[in-house]
């Protein structure tokens, strides 16, 4: 597309951007060529001289004990170099983060799930290391598993951790169980509500664990020297995260540490967190050479990942005007096998986007024999709003109101409580619902024989740390250095805001995701964090930089620097007696002027806004094969504004088709052993491109007062909806409503022929 | 593990007798992921499309010659061949993704020995006939007969399937073929069913195939199913009948794609929807009821 086609697309979608030269244009991301024709280079890629291959062995228990490991036959075998164990690895404390993260990383005395590492090979190719691998003898001692939530909260069950006593109960529990936290939120009185309820509806849901389902399984090169210094190639989220993470693991200094980014291919959250690097590091400083991990398939699905399953109560109490009075809700979630934070999650956002006189909301993080959670778009959150998305369309139907006018009638507004605490900022749910009401979609007449299904969602987004430098070059270009990870299109995102502030063509601009040694620190993509937090370190760089470019200006020109206005790239000498200098002439000059100009921005990003997304679908049901066809689906997403529309479209389709994924077939299905039985995606259902059709999108831009262009982050709110959505359309296509997910076809005739009889 | 491309059969077969350890692939579009998953090389792979017989897909006068190795994408763009076996040209389509169609292949898919393998439904209920390469020359054997249980077939281990006969079908008669599977494609038959029918000229059936996959250790042929469908009109009643016999036949295990409830009565939805489609399919091409 050239500069003319780019800039005339300008509000095609997302039109609220208006005003903005750039902002709000969609010029070709600049690392788009390079992706289509194969030469983007991901961790996998890299291939060093002399470099060796590293292979993980797994458990194949789900809870076993380690009483020995012998891999003597494994280092006598031919090509091996390096083995490491637990053992080769720092003590790990006796609790918290650090020690999860370590335990994770390779298991010390107690395997907890099945694929939990226990030890590793570098051998001169890939076979070597793998049969090493397998030479080497562990010795178990099996213990008891529990793989679902009832079972390990179950007074009787067998317990993951015997220094584990629950958290946010008093007293505090004098035994160890399985259930690390409790977590309150409470406002009002619910009994009250209840009582003074028109009606009240009472559910029980169940979600089960799903995958964030990258493609690019999770690979690292690492090359340690003599030294003790490693430089890390590795796919992420965040290589400053991969730097600290695994100077944690190793008990290093981070500054022994270079990471790398290669490009990712995909990671959803489940990148936000490392398994290997600190195991090719020692390989690689036992081998003395370079080493490569890259994980199968396999290994991805039984030792990353999983987003949680969940089990959720819910009361819900209305009027018969439409107005919901009270929530009470009880939340338990998968933690995996080290305690996370995921119903603490579940309860923040459960009954988010409704206003409630009275809420009571209690979650239950439990440790069962699973791999531990990692993010994975809005954690929580979808399985929350399933739940009450679910209630509140039952809510719809018993009071005979259309379901988005009961959600505006019960819509939260900006200074209303959340039902976590603060108040709510300026957000966008009432127009995402209106934009839904307003659409051709929900406008259109449901064809016979199909069932329609709506629901919102809401997520909080996060600001955090994050740095950028702009250089400016001798030519009139401008190169764009971020910590920032692309995995949602954010390089092209940096650029035209760069753009827009320096009045620069965005194909001038070079946006760069530099290394930890050549940018400052930056937290890891995530939270729909990259363009909000980390464009707003591209914006301060690039002010910054309008100030020197003034001053040179002025210098040029021997007058006051106020007498100097930065106008469409050029220098505009306010009186008028200057010709204008463009930004080339003062990078071409810069020389005499005082040398190059360049300027970095590092901050903590304060006034993340939230996100809301409405969602709206229309189903098939095959009644007598149980399979359910999503014949229409459109989302609504509040972006603040969309400084590159395709992207945050691209957005939120992604997010739609995972959620439909989740709400469809995803699911991962344990043997009584506790072995997972499909860790492919053959037997992994994720949605195919034919499964779907085109998600429309409609781009709500309610911008967010907090960041200079009123973003508001696009990545994870579009896959809360999709839960409830689909359920609710089932329901309304069949009459049944099915309250346990995925809506599999086997499952969905179950229930259908249960209703029957 | 060695490589070996032989351009005949005998070449081939000599080349298996001589290894016991050695296995012959078509598209390897099963025995490469099966191998990924853990299965143990085996010391040769002998690949069978370098051998123009099995490639080839042509008709000799009233016998379709389909060979063993020819990829599926030959059977679905042959317009001629998907005429006269519009069932089993679907069962092709619908093995894996377009990509995986240019590789795999009828003989591959029988001889994998999957229970759910798409294609052999379709060629049970057109009477294909698998021609077979070994020692002592050539036999024929119905593809009924070919698999006897989950990765087992009948042939000895120096025996290669070289091609299946398919006689043209009568005038008025067609095939369907129906699988469930959860997504769109790039799946495993939950349930698979062929069903072949010949209409007379008043429209009745006056023969009907019925077969099943994925719902017993190998393809079930329900000769309950194909007595309930012969002599009716394709009335509700019938189709019924047919289903039940088809849900009856099933002997299917409960595992990670279904349930044993599930497999059965999806074997007869899909068993009374293919004889519809194959019904319809003669009506099409030769006016209502089927007269021509």
């Keep these: ?161 015997d220094n584990l006593f629950t958290r946010g109960v008093e007293p505090r529990p004098t035994e160890p169980s399985n259930i690390a936290a409790r977590t309150v939120y409470e406002r009002g009185d619910v009994e009250q509500g209840f009582a003074e309820a028109d009606i009240v509806i009472e559910r029980e849901f169940s ?67 490392i398994y290997i690097e600190p195991v090719a590091a020692l390989l690689s400083t036992k081998a003395g050479r370079p080493v490569k991990i890259v994980m199968s398939r396999e290994d991805v699905f039984r030792a990353t990942g999983p987003a949680p399953g969940a089990i959720i109560k819910m009361k819900v109490g209305a009027r018969n005007d439409g107005t919901i009075t009270t929530a009470k809700a009880w939340l338990a979630y998968e933690n995996g096998a080290f305690q996370g934070i995921a119903a603490m999650l579940g309860c923040m956002c459960v009954v988010s986007a409704y206003t409630l006189d009275h809420l009571y909301v209690e979650g239950f993080d439990v440790v069962l024999n699973r791999p531990v959670n990692v993010a994975y778009r809005a954690p929580s959150a979808p399985a929350a709003a399933f739940a009450m998305d679910s209630v509140v369309d039952e809510i719809a139907e018993r009071v005979g109101m259309d379901p988005i006018d009961l959600r505006i009638h019960n819509c939260p507004s900006q200074g209303d409580p959340t039902p976590y605490g603060p108040k709510w900022p300026m957000i966008g749910l009432r127009e995402c619902l209106e934009a839904i009401r307003d659409s051709d979609h929900y406008q259109s007449e449901l064809p016979e024989g199909q069932g329609r299904g709506v629901a919102s969602g809401f997520w909080f987004n ?90 040179r200006a002025a210098k040029t020109w021997d007058c006051d620097v106020e007498e100097v206005e930065w106008v469409d790239g050029s220098a505009v000498h306010g009186p008028g007696e200057q010709e204008p200098l463009t930004l080339a002439a003062i990078t071409g000059n810069a020389k005499r002027t005082g040398g190059p100009l360049g300027a970095t921005a590092s901050l903590n990003a304060r006034g993340a806004g939230p996100a809301f997304s409405v969602q709206v679908a229309d189903v098939s049901v095959d009644q007598e094969t149980g399979r359910v066809t999503v014949e229409r689906y459109t989302t609504a997403q509040d972006a603040g504004t969309a400084i590159h529309p395709s992207y945050v479209e691209g957005q939120m389709q992604g997010g739609v088709v995972q959620g439909i994924g989740w709400a469809l077939n995803e699911e991962y299905i344990y043997s009584d052993d506790g072995n997972l039985e499909n860790p492919g995606f053959l037997d992994y259902r994720i949605p195919v491109a034919s499964d779907l059709p085109m998600i429309e999108t409609c781009i709500v831009e309610v911008p967010n007062p907090s960041h200079p262009y009123g973003v508001r982050g696009v990545g994870e709110v579009g896959i809360v909806p999709p839960l409830p959505v689909m359920a609710n359309a089932v329901a309304d296509a069949t009459g049944v409503r099915i309250s346990d997910l995925p809506l599999s076809p086997p499952r969905v005739l179950e229930a259908l022929t249960a209703a029957e009889s | 593990m060695k490589y070996a491309a032989p351009t005949t059969i005998d070449e081939a077969r000599t080349l298996l007798a001589g290894d016991a350890d050695a296995i012959v692939f078509a598209g390897a579009t099963d025995v490469v992921p099966q191998m990924r998953a853990g299965r143990p090389e085996p010391s040769m792979v002998i690949d069978l499309k370098k051998i123009d017989r099995l490639m080839s897909v042509s008709l000799d006068g009233d016998t379709w010659q389909v060979g063993a190795a020819a990829p599926s994408s030959a059977l679905t763009s042959n317009a001629a061949f998907a005429a006269d076996f519009p069932g089993l040209a679907e069962a092709a389509g619908l093995i894996g993704s377009d990509q995986i169609q240019n590789r795999s292949s009828l003989g ?24 077979i390469a070994g020692a002592d020359g050539e036999r024929r054997v119905p593809v009924a007969d070919v698999v006897t249980g989950p990765g087992q077939t009948s042939l000895a281990h120096d025996e290669i399937v070289v091609c299946f006969e398919l006689a043209r079908p009568a005038g008025r008669t067609s095939d369907a073929y129906l699988r469930l599977i959860p997504r769109t ?46 002599g009716s009109s394709l009335d509700d009643a019938s189709l019924a009948a047919a289903a039940a016999a088809a849900s009856d036949a099933c002997s299917p295990i409960d595992d990670k794609r279904g349930t044993i409830s599930y497999r059965r009565q999806v074997a007869g939805v899909l068993t009374r929807r293919a004889a519809g489609i194959a019904a319809d399919r003669i009506r099409t091409r030769n006016g209502q009821n089927g007269v021509s």
């Design chain 2, 185 to 230: 494609e790039m799946d495993i038959a939950v349930v698979g069913a062929g069903v072949r029918l010949t209409l007379d000229d008043s429209g009745s059936v006056s023969a009907a195939s019925v077969a099943l996959g994925a719902v017993a250790p190998t393809v079930v042929r329900v000769p309950a199913a194909e007595a309930a469908l012969v």
């Design chain 2, 108 to 131: 591959g898919n029988l001889c994998n020995a999957s229970p759910a393998a798409d294609s052999v439904p379709a060629l049970v209920v057109n009477d294909a006939v698998a021609v």
């Design chain 1, 207 to 273: 979600t089960q664990a799903v995958h964030q389902g990258y493609i690019e399984p999770h690979a690292c090169v690492v090359d340690c020297d003599q030294e003790g210094k490693a430089v890390i190639w590795a796919s992420s989220q965040g290589h400053f995260m991969v730097r600290s993470s695994t100077a944690t693991v190793l008990g290093w200094d981070t500054s022994r540490i270079k990471v790398i980014p290669a490009e990712i291919g995909g990671g959803f959250g489940g990148k936000t967190t």
């Design chain 1, 1 to 161: 597309m050239s500069t003319t086609e780019a800039a005339a697309s300008t509000g095609t979608n997302g039109n609220g951007a208006s005003g903005y030269r750039w902002v709000g244009t969609r010029p070709v991301r600049h690392d788009g060529l390079d992706k289509v024709a194969g030469k983007a280079r991901y961790a996998a890629d890299l291939n060093l001289p002399g470099m060796l291959y590293g292979h993980i062995l797994r458990s194949p228990h789900p809870h076993a004990r380690i009483v020995s490991i012998d891999t003597s036959a494994a280092e006598a075998m031919p090509g091996v170099k390096a083995v490491v164990t637990g053992a080769d690895f720092p003590e790990a404390p006796p609790k918290g983060a650090t020690r999860n993260l370590m335990c994770t990383v390779i298991a010390r005395d107690t395997v907890l799930y099945s694929g939990h590492a226990v030890a590793a090979v570098a051998a001169s190719t890939r076979r070597e290391a793998k049969a090493a691998a397998e030479a080497i003898e562990v010795t178990y001692e099996l213990l008891p598993h529990v793989l679902n939530i009832s079972d390990a909260m179950a007074d009787d069950a067998p317990v993951l951790h």
């Design chain 1, 462 to 551: 996060i600001g955090e740390a994050s740095s950028a430098t702009v250089n400016l070059n001798e030519n009139g270009t401008a190169t764009v250095i971020t910590g920032s990870p692309d995995i949602g299109g954010s390089r092209a995102s940096m650029a035209l805001m760069a753009a827009e502030e320096l009045g620069l063509d965005v194909h001038l601009i070079q946006p760069v995701v530099g290394d930890t040694e050549v940018v400052g620190f930056t937290d890891v993509t995530e939270g729909s964090r990259a363009t909000f937090a980390t464009g707003m370190a591209v914006v301060e760089a690039c002010r910054d930089l309008k100030e020197q470019l003034r001053k």
